[in-house]
């Protein structure tokens, strides 16, 4: 469920006799999501309604772990009396805002909330690159691949346009020997002006990139 909108889901379900059993017409499944975009990214209330889940949840442990990853020296996070989030650090004489550390760390946050706030079946990123910088996007794909070892019921899917941020996905899973993990698709169109979809493996996308072959 995306904004308390349903998706539908047609599912084609193979049996040992016929291999093309079909599901019924009717059949439906509820998956929990989150979208975010350039909007939601800087959208100060949903980040705090998310937050607020986490700590009714008894999460924010979990989600202050995260945070140390990318400062060991933040000690907590919270909401303030004006609803916005705030972080306790421990180079900061007081407690500070989210913002004060860059959109790379606003990003990973977001995402984070995404993912540990109760029953999300996935999280939908579109045009992931924008605003980031070269090392924001080593530490975003660093924060999305520790979240899903401990969220293994959860999907993470992104969009982008930036070879950058692609080269940056595969080397960061690749050198945690996770590249097995990852999927990527392109869309594009072929002779007929038909859209296809194209699937690379890990090794299909790394000889891509390395001789510039268009993938985006």
Same mark, same amino acid.
């Given at each position: 469920?995306?904004?308390n909108?349903?998706l539908?889901?047609g599912?084609?379900?193979?049996?040992?006799?016929?291999?093309?059993?079909?599901?019924?017409?009717?059949y439906?499944?509820?998956?929990?999501?989150h979208?975010?975009?350039? $909007?939601?990214?800087?959208?100060?209330?949903?980040?705090?309604?998310?937050?607020?889940?986490?700590i009714?949840?008894?999460k924010?442990?979990?989600?202050?772990?995260?945070?140390?990853?990318?400062?060991?020296?933040?000690?907590d996070?919270?909401?303030?009396?004006?609803?916005k989030?705030?972080?306790?650090?421990?180079?900061?004489?007081?407690?500070?805002?989210?913002?004060?550390?860059?959109?790379?760390?606003?990003?990973?946050?977001?995402?984070y909330?995404?993912f540990?706030?109760q029953?999300?079946?996935?999280?939908?990123?579109?045009?992931?690159?924008?605003?980031? $910088?070269?090392?924001?996007?080593?530490?975003?794909?660093?924060?999305?691949?520790?979240?899903l070892d401990v969220?293994? !019921?959860?999907?993470?899917?992104?969009?982008t346009?930036?070879?950058?941020?692609i080269?940056?996905?595969?080397?960061?899973?690749? !050198?945690n !020997?996770?590249?097995?993990?990852?999927?990527?698709?392109?869309?594009?169109?072929n002779?007929?002006?038909?859209?296809?979809?194209?699937?690379? !493996?890990?090794e299909?996308?790394?000889?891509?990139?390395? $001789?510039?072959?268009?993938?985006r």
């Amino acid at each position: 469920i995306i904004n308390n909108v349903k998706l539908l889901s047609g599912i084609i379900q193979n049996d040992t006799s016929s291999l093309k059993t079909k599901t019924a017409n009717n059949y439906q499944k509820a998956l929990k999501g989150h979208y975010l975009n350039n $909007h939601t990214f800087f959208d100060n209330k949903s980040l705090t309604i998310l937050l607020s889940n986490i700590i009714s949840n008894r999460k924010k442990s979990g989600l202050v772990k995260f945070l140390k990853k990318f400062k060991p020296t933040i000690l907590d996070i919270a909401i303030d009396n004006y609803n916005k989030v705030i972080i306790e650090d421990k180079d900061f004489s007081e407690m500070v805002y989210a913002d004060t550390y860059g959109d790379g760390f606003v990003r990973a946050l977001h995402i984070y909330c995404s993912f540990m706030v109760q029953d999300t079946d996935f999280v939908l990123v579109d045009e992931l690159e924008n605003g980031l $910088h070269l090392f924001s996007q080593d530490y975003i794909w660093e924060s999305v691949m520790n979240l899903l070892d401990v969220q293994e !019921n959860t999907q993470f899917f992104a969009t982008t346009h930036s070879y950058d941020m692609i080269r940056s996905l595969l080397f960061t899973f690749k !050198n945690n !020997n996770r590249e097995n993990f990852i999927s990527f698709y392109r869309l594009q169109r072929n002779k007929k002006n038909i859209l296809k979809l194209v699937q690379y !493996n890990p090794e299909e996308l790394q000889y891509a990139l390395k $001789h510039n072959k268009e993938i985006r």
